[in-house]
Structures are given as C-alpha cells and as structure tokens.
C-alpha cells in the first residue's frame, strides 16, 4: 500500500483535476491512499471569511463564502455530466458542507479567532475531497471516500493541533483499513482533524504533508508521494537561483536542516513518522509524473551539491550592555524569555562580550514589542531589510560568488554549514 498526497496546485483547475485522474490510472490495481488538500487558494479565501466574520461583518463574510461556494461548483460543473451516476450525491454533500459554513457566519463570534478559523478553513478540504472523489467515480477510478475529522483525534489547541496518536491508529485500524476491502483506492483530506467534542481542528503549517505521513507510519505504507508542481527537490529556490539543480537523493536529516534554515522543502514534522518506520519519500512533479522526482530516505548520501536558502526581509537587532559590562547568562535568558513570551523565531544570534545580535523575521508589531521590552536592560539599535543566507555544504568559491554584490554584517560557520547576513549598502 502507497499514500500519495496532492496539494492545492495539482487540484486548482478542470483540467489539472483531470490531470489527478490520468495519473491514479497508472497505479490501477495498486492500493493507495490518497490526501487531497483544499483548491488552489482556497484557503487564503476562506481566511478572509474569516477575518470578516470575527470583524462582525457578517453580510461580507457571506458574501466572500458565496464566491468560493460558486468557484466550487463552477468546477464541478464543468467536471460532471448530467448524466452522471453519482451526481445527485456530490451535490448533496456539497450543499451540507456549504450549509455548515453559512449556518456558522448567521450567527455572532463569541469564541476564539483560532476555533472560528478551524471551523471554516477546513471545508476547502471537505470540498476538494469530495469532488476529486465523484469525478474519479465517473471515470471508473473507484474509491472510498472518508472524512478525516472521524479518524484523526487531536486536541483542542486550535491552529495548531496535536494529534491523539493512540486514538488515531485505532480509528486508522477499525475505518480505514477495511475500505481497502471495497475499493484499493481511499481517498481523505489532509491539514484537518477533530478534538472529542467533533469540532474541527487544523494541524498547522504544511498540515497535509504531515497528515500524509501519519497514515503512512500508521499503515505501514511502502511509500509516501508528495505531488507537486516542481521537479523534484532543489539545492535552492530557482527563481532566486538561476543555476538550481535538481537532487535525486536526500536523506531525513539532510531535509530537516534544509527546513530548519528556510528552505520551502519538506517541514519537519513530516518527516519524523515516516523515519520511524523508514518509509521513503517521493517528491514528484505532477506536470511531469513519469519523471523520476526526488527520493528522501535513511541512507547516507556522501556527495551533495552546495544547499543555498535564501531568507529576505531579517532584521537585525543589536542589544548592548548600558553601562559596558559584560553580558552574563542570566541577561542572554531574559532576551530569549522575551523571545518566547512573543512567539518570535530566532534565525541567528551572536553573543560577544557587551552586546548581543539576534536576527529575525520582520514582524513590525514583534519587532517593536521585543526592542521596546529589551530596552529595559540594554541600548538597542534595529537594521532592517537585511539578507540571511545560508550554504550547506558550502566552498569558498560558492560563497565569493554569492556575497560579491552585498556588504557582509555577520558571518558564522561550521564545517558542514555557514550563515551570512547581508546588507545591499556598501
């Protein structure tokens, strides 16, 4: 048994639906189990439902979910025949999705943001699902389709789920491990699940990966595949990297570092079920699906090409002891305290004797918050619109050519790793 994982690019339009189609067809008489997440930019739409629901803009809000009801059936219009056996189905069903969202924005916000964001943000998921499921029905691509609000158990920290391991591998065991008995295909929605009470939950960044992974760990899969619209892994972003390249193996610690520094690769959380059980990953192009794309594993790779991550928009904030005595272990504590009381990553930091450099995202709002706070214990200087660059398995000649046209404000290295920030003054 395989689990393949289709993201929103590769279900954004007819055609690439029917795309998802030519592709299953390949694998006929295989049994896969397949995660589907929400259209194109489906869940940015719904975001903004919404912020207009827990703004108390209720008639925008409807408005803004009546637009993504339309696009919804609009595709599964041009999708589905009249005659279409299980058509009077598909459409019962999206109409009990779509009833559950309008139901939901009649009445007054009185709960969190985070639980209200889980209860929309999750039907693009339901939707998707449903009408990948019909339409491959209509083709004779027979599958199962399962909610997986009914399997995965999480708690009830919305946003950010954790998922109830035990509870989960039951729920895997006893609904859908028998669908496989019906049809080799089952298909499910990634990013979602629910806490005891039934009541949707999302499983944070790059959920539908990680979900993906779960049912592979829980089912033993042979494989996991991550369609995308991209040949595979990079060594760096070929938009911001003319000379990218594309890398046949990688191994789980290679990706999770790759991630840790910035690289819009696998998150890391996706990658510890499927090490567990060594369970290789594919990341494949969905344009190109005979293509052999990028295969993650626990083996050793010896010789990799240099990794570059690019990281723009980093501030730089300068922490600098008031009266020139050195900075203890205790002060360092108190800033990173500050740092957690915030939520705000560290990307680099640097002690010397009197002063502490600590690099991050630009979060204006958290940026001022933190100066402001540190101000107590320390003169603090910020410089904006800095570039964090990061070399795996860097030379010297790589890192000349990289940091020619850029002025280099702090430098730290490893054997294995260097980290630069960059300013374009000279």
Sequence with gaps: MKVFKFGGASVSTVDRIKNVGSILKKYEGEQLLIIVSAMGKTTNALEKVVDAFHANQK???????????E?????YSALLTEDTG??????????????????LLHDKPVRSYDYYYDQVVCIGEMLSSSILSTYLNSINIKNSWVDVRDV???????????????????KTEEIIRPLFIENNLVLSQGFIGATDENESTTLGREGSDYTAAVFANLLSAENLSIWKDVHGVMNADPKLYPGAQWIKELNYKEVIEMAYYGAQVIHPKTIKPLQNKSIPLYVRSFLNPDEEGTCIHNKNIPYLP?????????????????????VSEGLTAEVYKIFESLKFGLNLTQNAAISLLCVVDSHPEKVEAFALKASEAFDVSVTKDL????????????????????KVLLQQQTPETIQIVLSTNS
């Design 152 to 170: 995965i158990r999480t708690d009830n920290n919305f946003r950010d789920a954790k998922i109830d391991w035990e509870v989960t591998a039951r």
């Design 387 to 406: 570039l964090l660059l990061t070399v795996r398995h860097y030379s010297k000649e790589v890192v000349e050519r990289l940091t020619a046209d850029y």
């Design 59 to 69: 008639e925008e809000a409807l408005r803004l979910f009546k637009n993504i009801k």
């Design 71 to 75: 696009q919804h059936l609009l595709i």
């Design 306 to 326: 240099p990794i570059i991550v690019y990281k723009h928009n980093q501030v730089m904030v300068q922490l600098t002891s008031k009266d020139f005595s050195f």
């Design 86 to 103: 299980s058509q009077f189905t598909i459409e019962h069903s999206l109409s009990d999705f779509f009833t559950e969202i309008e139901w």
